[in-house]
């Protein structure tokens, strides 16, 4: 499998500009996790998705982001309008819960530069 | 409610010397236990984890943890330091019931030749 898959890896863009980030989880996971890491903050749990629904949003830190899975295969998270403070690296998590933990697999990031 | 606190965030050991990096949790559910590890500029990529069992559980590159519940200790060892093995570690608790993992803040694991 070719595991987690995010696209773009970096992403430049201006305040003021919508930028989205794309997911592909692990074929067969039905668990779909969007993280943020900053130095400030470490690591946040965004939103959560189970067999393709929003479970828990609530670490989405405003209005401005969305979140969506179409389909099992791909995710997105978007930020409308983009501030300097959404810097960070964004990861995509996937997991098959099944009913218990399991570890969740991450990608390999994409790196969000808002100037 | 469940929380992570891992000591020390930068760590630094020679080559061949034993790594050791703390982890303590709370948990009010029995918890699931977990080390990631974090190479620069890539994803988090699992060393180990408990679940249920024996509580020494032995990972990928020589790493293992020992779970102490009357410690509430989750600490991450390995014999041997190698320079390959300079990274950032999370430490992760989650728990039957929930599908969310805490992580903790990070250990930034310095290798010195």
């Known amino acids: 499998d070719a595991g987690v898959i995010q696209s773009p890896r970096h992403e430049v863009t201006e305040m003021g500009q919508e930028v989205t980030l794309r997911c592909k989880p692990i074929?067969?996971?039905?668990?779909l996790f969007w993280y943020r890491q900053t130095m400030m903050r470490g690591l946040e749990l965004l939103i959560y998705f189970n067999n393709n629904v929003p479970i828990d949003d609530s670490g989405m830190p405003e209005d401005r982001f969305s979140a969506k899975m179409p389909n099992a295969s791909f995710s997105t998270l978007k930020i409308q309008p983009s501030e300097p403070r959404d810097s960070a690296v964004y990861f995509c998590?996937?997991?098959?819960?099944?009913?218990?933990?399991?570890?969740?697999?991450f990608g390999p990031g994409t790196r969000l530069t808002v100037t | 409610a469940q929380s992570v606190t891992q000591l020390g965030s930068h760590v630094s050991v020679s080559e061949g010397a034993l790594v050791l990096l703390r982890c303590n949790y709370s948990?009010?559910?029995?918890?699931?236990l977990f080390w990631y590890v974090q190479y620069p500029n890539q994803g988090l990529q699992l060393l180990l984890k408990y679940t249920t069992g024996a509580t020494l559980v032995k990972g990928i590159n020589g790493f293992e943890a020992e779970f102490k519940k009357s410690e509430t200790s989750f600490h991450l060892t390995k014999p041997s330091a190698h320079m390959s093995d300079a990274a950032e570690y999370f430490c992760?608790?989650?728990?039957?019931?929930?599908?969310?993992?805490?992580f903790g803040t990070g250990t930034r694991l310095k290798v010195l030749a």
């Open positions: 074929s067969g996971h039905n668990s």
């Open positions: 998590a996937s997991s098959n819960l099944a009913g218990k933990v399991d570890e969740q697999y």
């Open positions: 992760a608790v989650s728990g039957t019931g929930t599908y969310k993992y805490i």
């Open positions: 948990s009010s559910v029995p918890p699931y």
